[in-house]
């Protein structure tokens, strides 16, 4: 087997956040108006929301409205959520590689006793 694959392998597992940080979906920035006739939002820019969406098997959509102090801890277990998915995209694209070499080692180990 390719030491080299392994290491790399464990390199990219030990470069993983903890996996009790990571938050599967997106940020959604959007621009509302309150609908309040006084308010500035009524004829000028409307006020700034910022949600935490995800979308689920079948097709239901959840969201939760963040408060601007919470937005960076979403951010950062969004972003891990991403980082953990190019890792697990990563590793198994090594681990088909070390797949691949089993095999041949395999039919190697086959042909020879068949001698």
């Known amino acids: 087997m390719d030491r080299r694959r392994h290491e790399r392998r464990a ?10 940080e990571v938050l599967r979906g997106s940020i959604v920035e959007r621009t509302v108006t309150c609908g309040s006739p006084g308010c500035h939002c009524a004829s000028g820019p409307g006020h700034r929301v910022t949600a935490f969406s995800v979308t689920f098997p079948g097709g239901r959509t959840e969201q939760i409205s963040l408060p601007p102090d919470l937005v960076p801890l979403a951010r950062r277990w ?38």
Do not use: M, Q
Request: hydrophobic share 30%.
């Open 11 to 20: 390199r990219l597992l030990r470069s993983l956040p903890p996996l009790e």
């Open 78 to 115: 969004v972003g891990n959520s991403r980082r953990w998915t190019e890792a697990v995209e990563a590793i198994s694209a090594i681990n088909r590689d070390l797949l691949r070499e089993e095999r041949e080692a395999s039919r190697k180990r086959r042909s020879s006793r068949r001698r």
